[in-house]
């Protein structure tokens, strides 16, 4: 079936500085969804993009969505304490597969001060 | 609007027993998702239901299950469990099947 995979799976900062987390898929992805989980949280949905090749900005952060829609990035720049928590991605595999939305294992951004 | 509930909060339970997990979704949201999330695994994706159907399945065992109301509300069932069912169960929310999923707090389950 369809995997995502994300890395790094850990990513130490200093604050100020960036952070980028990479999200590659086995299959042609629909869209792609990013997702931030803080600790002890829930996962709360940051943003998608569709097109291929799309780039979305959303003040600090930087969203990607690869020419052949197997791949997307997440750019934060210059990086806050409140930033901390993990980062996720998540696709439907396009042409309406029947194993829903599949997440990434994410990558958990430390930063410290 | 108010966002996604679930019920209980916590809950431990011994091997063999089943267990129920309640979720409303949001106001409008025909489609709810579960998905159990654990340390080693991270988010893996259970079911999803849209209009009472289920539409998409993960590579779980028979002992996991689900249904949705009319009012969309929705349930999971786990039978005879296993101590590798302990998790952090989540129920999202969205407007369309496979769409950007507004998550509950989740339910942590516990077995002994």
């Known amino acids: 079936g369809q995997q995502v995979m994300q890395i790094p799976q850990y990513q130490h900062v200093q604050e100020g500085e960036d952070f980028t987390t990479y999200c590659n898929s086995s299959t042609t992805l629909s869209n792609i969804q990013w997702y931030k989980q803080r600790p002890g949280g829930h996962p709360v949905f940051l943003i998608q993009l569709v097109k291929s090749g799309e780039v979305k900005k959303q003040k600090r952060l930087t969203f990607q969505f690869g020419e052949a829609k197997k791949n997307s990035s997440l750019h934060i720049t210059a990086t806050q304490t409140t930033d901390v928590g993990t980062y996720f991605c998540a696709g439907p595999e396009a042409g309406g597969g029947a194993d829903g939305l599949t997440f990434g294992k994410g990558t958990h951004l430390i930063i410290q001060p | 609007k108010a966002g996604v509930t679930q019920t209980p909060r916590y809950l431990i339970k011994t091997r063999g027993q089943q267990v129920t997990l309640s979720c409303s979704p949001i106001s409008g949201h025909r489609s709810v998702s579960w998905y159990q999330q654990t340390p080693g695994q991270g988010l893996q994706f259970l079911f999803e239901?849209?209009?009472?159907?289920?539409?998409n399945k993960g590579n779980f065992p028979g002992r996991f299950s689900g249904r949705q109301f009319s009012n969309s509300r929705s349930e999971m069932n786990v039978s005879t469990l296993e101590l590798g069912d302990s998790a952090l169960y989540l129920c999202a929310s969205s407007l369309e099947a496979r769409g950007e999923q507004y998550f509950g707090p989740g339910t942590r389950l516990t077995v002994t």
């Open positions: 239901y849209f209009s009472e159907t289920q539409r």
